[in-house]
T-cell receptor
C-alpha cells in the first residue's frame, strides 16, 4: 500500500535558523502533497500544499519543493521563531491522504 | 464557514465497553474521513465516505469498528468492544473534492479516547 516516510523525527534549531523536513512517498500516482502543523492537543492545521504539476511553492517563511522523479518533497522554514515549535506532518494523496510519521520541531529562543 | 464539528471531546471507558463518536462535516462537503491518531504517530485513515457510500475502509478493524454516514451528512464511528490499544485521538475530516482529487481537507478538533 501507500507509504510516506518522514525525516527527521525530531529537529532542534535556534531562533532565526532554517529548518528542513523531508518526506518520500511510494505511490507514483500521488498528486497532492500537503503539510500540516499540529500543536499539542490540537487538530492538524494545513500550512502549505503543493500539487504534482508544480515544483516549488512559497508562502512567506515557508516553502515546499517537490521532486516527482525521486518521489521526494520537503518543507523549508526560514527565520524560525519559537511559535513554529510543533509537530509537522507531511502527507501524500491520490485517492486518499497518507500521513508521514511526523517531525517534532523545537525552536529555542 | 463553520468548521468540522466533533463530539465528545474526551471519553474514558473501560476495556470491552462500547463507545460512539459523532462528526458533522462542513456544509456541502461530500467526502468525509475518520482518522485514528495514536500518541506520537501520524493520523491513519480508518474509513472514507463519498456522500453516504464507503470509498475506502481497508484499514478499519471491522471486527470491532463500524461507521455510518446516513443521508450523506453526519457520521458516527463506533467501537465495540474497545481494547486498550484503541486509546487514541479520533479525527474527522471533510473535503469538497471528489474521492479522486482529495484536497481541501479540514479537520475537526478530534475525540480523545482513553481505554482503561
Amino acid at each position: 500500500g501507500e507509504n510516506v516516510e518522514q525525516h527527521p523525527s525530531t529537529l532542534s534549531v535556534q531562533e532565526g535558523d532554517s529548518a528542513v523536513i523531508k518526506c518520500t512517498y511510494s505511490d507514483s500516482a500521488s498528486n497532492y502533497f500537503p503539510w500540516y502543523k499540529q500543536e499539542l492537543g490540537k487538530r492538524p492545521q494545513l500550512i502549505i500544499d503543493i500539487r504534482s504539476n508544480v515544483g516549488e511553492k512559497k508562502d512567506q517563511r515557508i516553502a515546499v519543493t517537490l521532486n516527482k522523479t525521486a518521489k521526494h518533497f520537503s518543507l523549508h522554514i526560514t527565520e524560525t521563531q519559537p511559535e513554529d515549535s510543533a509537530v509537522y506532518f507531511c502527507a501524500a494523496s491520490f485517492q486518499k491522504l497518507v500521513f508521514g510519521t511526523g517531525t517534532r520541531l523545537l525552536v529555542s529562543p | 464557514e463553520a468548521g468540522v464539528a466533533q463530539s465528545p471531546r474526551y471519553k474514558i471507558i473501560e476495556k470491552r465497553q462500547s463507545v460512539a463518536f459523532w462528526c458533522n462535516p462542513i456544509s456541502g462537503h461530500a467526502t468525509l474521513y475518520w482518522y485514528q491518531q495514536i500518541l506520537g504517530q501520524g493520523p491513519k485513515l480508518l474509513i472514507q465516505f463519498q456522500n453516504n457510500g464507503v470509498v475506502d475502509d481497508s484499514q478499519l478493524p471491522k471486527d470491532r469498528f463500524s461507521a455510518e454516514r446516513l443521508k450523506g451528512v453526519d457520521s458516527t464511528l463506533k467501537i465495540q468492544p474497545a481494547k486498550l490499544e484503541d486509546s487514541a485521538v479520533y479525527l474527522c475530516a471533510s473535503s469538497s473534492r471528489s474521492s479522486r482529487a482529495n484536497y481541501g481537507y479540514t479537520f475537526g478538533s478530534g475525540t480523545r479516547l482513553t481505554v482503561v
